[in-house]
């Protein structure tokens, strides 16, 4: 299942170049993430109460054009592919046009809050990625 979320681009997301200050990308894949994990009703929020977390350990991103204010884009998030207790992201950053302005592949890694070590990707997040 891949997630589609919209975003206008506003002022504030503007830096002195006069295009989407290269941070916003970055935070927009995370928006997208986040609605990815709503849409298959398991929120982070609800990863603590099941004893875990997941952590960002690489973004490899290409920034492939440029956005500017009152753009809107469309970030979209698709599974791609599940270790043991890593998981792995496609996305892209769209314009209206659906031209790709950014694309990335992001890993996670789900870790045990107490011992903050690796642990197994739930059953209920794993059920949604590719089997190889």
């Known amino acids: 299942m891949e997630s ?5 681009v506003r002022s504030s997301d503007i830096d002195l170049n006069g295009h989407l200050n290269h941070v916003r990308y970055v935070e927009f ?4 993430r986040r609605d990815w994990y709503e849409q298959i009703h398991f929120p982070l929020e609800s ?5 875990i977390m997941t952590s960002i350990v ?6 492939r054009r440029e956005c500017h204010e009152q753009d809107r884009l469309q970030v979209i998030t698709k599974p791609a ?3 043991r207790s890593s998981y792995v992201f496609d996305q892209m950053i769209m314009n209206r046009d659906q031209e790709v302005c950014a694309d990335a ?3 996670c890694v789900i870790m045990d809050l107490a011992s903050r070590q690796s642990t197994a990707v739930p059953d209920k997040l794993r059920s949604h990625f590719p089997s190889e």
């Open 58 to 63: 690489n973004i490899q991103m290409n920034f």
């Open 105 to 107: 592949r992001v890993t």
């Open 47 to 51: 990863f603590h109460p099941e004893g």
């Open 29 to 32: 894949l995370e928006r997208g």
């Open 81 to 83: 592919k599940v270790g």
């Open 4 to 8: 589609v979320l919209n975003i206008t």
